[in-house]
């Protein structure tokens, strides 16, 4: 039996004091510290993580090098702010950064402190680059929690319940989603078709083409759990836009730094964008963001139009520098995309042995188990995904889900496939035992899971 003591005293602590506004709960974890894919809680328990904060820490919890990094950084300038002044470490992030977001074309940075600011950058370099008042994103996309973020996104009630009015000018038009497609038995190719044909439909009716700016697209749809959209459908987007000179940005902040085995998600797809928004892993778990755009969108923006006094810090850049090195130097791209591969054969073969698993997919290291009530249905089983994130915590792992059903596979990039195997069996063990009816109901007062 687990000794728990200090994790549910703090955690008591905690819920009388900070807002529940920002908080989802899963269980009572207070983490303590983190190595590589491990973290432990108060009271010296070890898991192993399969959420890295969110997709923020890539690289591993406190990575030497990382530490090291902002160590050093951090006895010479804590910060000056650059909106005034200049320094060394942000000129040497941002020609790395040009050098690692695709795209063969002249490139120029700006930056914040987390995904959800860079969204709304986004947002104010399209509409400024191209004079036009239109931006358009994606049902069920999730992009952040600042007042132009939360507009852009559509996946959440309690995001935008009383909050409003929110950002005019944004609309929303559907994903393609291949495992729950718009009309039941539609293929991946019908669904990517159906939804160009949707954006066409709102261009002719509502739209006009000509007063959009841009479309901001998750690779991945992450928060609405892990869709891959085909491959077909973002080349179409990308003619789409190009057709009607119209700007794609593609939004990393959750599927960049590595996550899919490639440096950014849509170099998946085989499109280039205009722009990436990229936060999170960007400086391994220190408060980065920034959007990396042809520099002639950035050419026409004046200041102060998106400064932050402490965005682009030194010793934030200094992290992000030192993550870029480590996720080179330690191959994780294409560890990533290796163990991304082993990790979906168990899912599939779990999948054989356990009838409420619908779906496994993704991209490399991010990867989402789909569990339903009903295959042919698909309808979305929330009890299971509470009740195997609740036992597999008890056994050592650190899983969460979201959107309701599907569990976040989104380890630190350099676990271990020793420390992965354990992880999946521990899965595995768990999925178990909810099929033998063994989770006990109690555990779905605590679980609320996103
Ligand atoms: C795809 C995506 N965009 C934006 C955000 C918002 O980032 P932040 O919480 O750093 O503001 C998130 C966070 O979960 C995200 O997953």
């Known amino acids: ?233 973002m080349k179409n987007l990308r003619a789409l836009c190009d057709r009607h000179g119209i700007l794609l940005i593609s939004e990393e902040v959750q599927q960049g730094f590595g996550r899919t085995g490639k440096w950014f998600g849509i170099e998946n797809f085989g499109v280039v964008p205009d722009a990436i928004v990229m936060g999170k892993a960007i400086a391994s778990g220190l408060p980065l963001s920034g959007v990396v755009a042809r520099a002639e969108l950035m050419e026409v923006l004046e200041a102060p139009v998106h400064g932050f006094t402490i965005a682009g810090n030194p010793v934030c850049c200094a992290a992000s520098l030192a993550t870029i090195e480590v996720i080179r130097e330690e191959n994780l791209l294409s560890h990533a995309a290796e163990l991304g591969e082993h990790t979906h054969e168990r899912f599939r073969a779990m999948q054989k042995k356990f009838d409420f698993i619908g779906d496994v997919r993704g991209i490399g290291l991010s990867v989402g188990v789909d569990l339903v009530v009903d295959r042919e249905t698909r309808e979305r089983h929330r009890a299971a995904a509470a009740k195997i994130c609740y036992r597999a915590w008890e056994k050592g792992l650190l899983l969460s889900f979201f959107s309701g059903s599907v569990l976040r596979i989104q380890p630190p990039l350099v676990i271990t496939k020793e420390e992965m195997d354990k992880a999946l069996d521990i899965i595995e063990e768990s999925m178990e035992e909810f099929s033998k009816d063994q989770i006990p109901d109690s555990v779905l007062d605590t679980v609320k899971g996103w």
Request: proline share 9%; glycine share 8%.
């Open 1 to 233: 039996m687990r000794d728990l003591t200090q994790c549910l005293k703090l955690v008591e602590e905690d819920k009388a004091l900070t807002s529940p506004g920002a908080k989802i709960p899963y269980y009572p974890l207070a983490i303590k510290r983190g190595r590589g894919a491990m973290i432990e809680d108060l009271d010296g328990n070890r898991y192993i993580d399969m959420l890295s904060s969110a997709g923020a820490v890539n690289t591993g919890h406190c990575h030497p090098r990382v530490v090291e990094a902002v160590k050093k950084q951090a006895e010479e300038l804590l910060l000056y702010t650059h909106v005034y002044m200049y320094h060394e470490p942000i000129v040497k992030l941002t020609k790395e950064l040009i050098s690692i977001a695709p795209g063969d074309y002249r490139k120029r940075v700006f930056y914040g402190l987390c995904g959800s600011d860079a969204n709304d950058g986004a947002i104010k370099m399209a509409r400024v680059a191209t004079g036009r008042p239109k931006v358009v994103s994606f049902i069920r996309s999730y992009h952040g929690s600042t007042y132009g973020a939360i507009s852009l996104s559509a996946v959440s009630l309690p995001m935008t319940r009383k909050i409003g009015p929110l950002l005019p000018e944004i609309f929303h038009v559907p994903f393609p989603d291949p495992y729950r497609p718009p009309l039941p038995g539609m293929t991946p190719g019908q669904t990517a078709d159906y939804c160009i044909e949707q954006i066409q439909t709102a261009f002719d009716n509502y739209m006009p083409a000509e007063e959009v700016a841009a479309f901001i697209i998750e690779p991945i749809q992450g928060d609405a759990g892990l869709v891959v959209p085909p491959v077909k459908f």
